[in-house]
Structure formats: C-alpha cells, structure tokens
C-alpha cells in the first residue's frame, strides 16, 4: 500500500508538473499569440502610416508636375504666339521693303521715259531749226542773186578794170583833143 501510494503521488506530481507544464506553455503560448498579434497590429499600424506618407508624398508630387507642366506649357504658348508676331513683322518689313523697291523701280522708269522725252523734243527742236535755217538759205538764194564763182568774179574785175582804164583813157582823149582843138580854132578864128 505504501509503495502504491508514493507511485501515485509520483504520478498525481508528474500530472501536476505535466499540467502546470502544459499550463505554463499553454500561457506562454497565449502570450507569445498575444505578443505576436500585437506586434502585428503594430506594424499594421505603421504599415497605415507608411502608405498615408506615401499617398501625401505622391499626392505632393502630383501637384508638382501639374504646376510645372502649367508653367510650360505658358511659356511655350507665349513662345511660340513671339515668334509668330515676329515672323509676321518681318513679313510686314519684307513687304514694305518690296514695295519701296517697286516704287523706286517706277520713279526710275518714269525718269527715264521724261529723259527720253525731253531728249525727242530736244531732237525736234533741232530738227526745227535746221529746218528754219533751209527755209532761210533758201529764200536768200531765192531772194538774192546767184553767188559769182572765183572765175566770174575774177572776169569781172578784169572787165570792170578794163572798162575803167579805157573810159578813162577815151575821157582823156576826148577831153584833151577837143579841148584842144576847140582852143586852136577859137584863136585861129580871132585873128
């Protein structure tokens, strides 16, 4: 009986130590599960944290690229609306500078054509006068008698020489002989 006994109270304390051994994990398990669950909502809570950071920092980001991408897009429409007022300034400029040549192209044939047409008059008026100084040579060939050779008047100078000396050569005869004769025969009759 004794010897029973102490094999049940090994028993009932090998029960009791299983038991309070079972117990002992069992709590530790429960507080390793309980450790564990709320390291877990922890992390999930960091987790949490972790993605509100990340949408702010994304939703940050986000906003940057649309002001960015508003600015450049100002800035290539300002851009692009300088430029075309440029290129149609240098139009403008290109056009005017055609027009000035074109204006100066016309002036330039205008003054050519009154240089041609004060040079047809000049031609005319000289034309005129040659014309005039015809009329008068021939009216004065008409007018006045026929212009004497050198022979013809070379022939009457000799004539007109001639003529001279022989009228007065008779003027001189006819004088002295008749006045002398005259002189003799009035004497000759006085006496």
Do not use: G
């Amino acid at each position: 009986m004794h010897t029973t006994t102490t094999t049940t109270t090994t028993t009932t304390t090998t029960a009791t130590t299983a038991a309070a051994a079972v117990a002992a994990a069992a709590a530790a398990a429960a507080a390793t599960t309980t450790t564990t669950t709320s390291t877990t909502t922890t992390t999930t809570t960091t987790t949490t944290t972790t993605t509100t950071t990340t949408t702010t920092t994304t939703s940050t980001a986000s906003t940057t690229t649309t002001t960015t991408t508003t600015t450049t897009t100002t800035t290539t429409t300002t851009t692009t609306a300088l430029l075309l007022l440029l290129l149609l300034l240098l139009l403008l400029l290109l056009l005017l500078l055609l027009l000035l040549l074109l204006l100066l192209y016309l002036l330039l044939l205008l003054l050519l054509l009154l240089l041609l047409l004060l040079l047809l008059l000049l031609l005319l008026l000289l034309l005129l006068l040659l014309l005039l100084l015809l009329l008068l040579l021939l009216l004065l060939f008409l007018l006045l008698p026929p212009p004497p050779s050198l022979l013809l008047l070379l022939y009457y100078y000799y004539y007109y020489y001639y003529y001279y000396y022989y009228y007065y050569y008779y003027y001189y005869y006819y004088y002295f002989f008749c006045h002398h004769h005259h002189h003799h025969h009035h004497h000759h009759h006085s006496q």
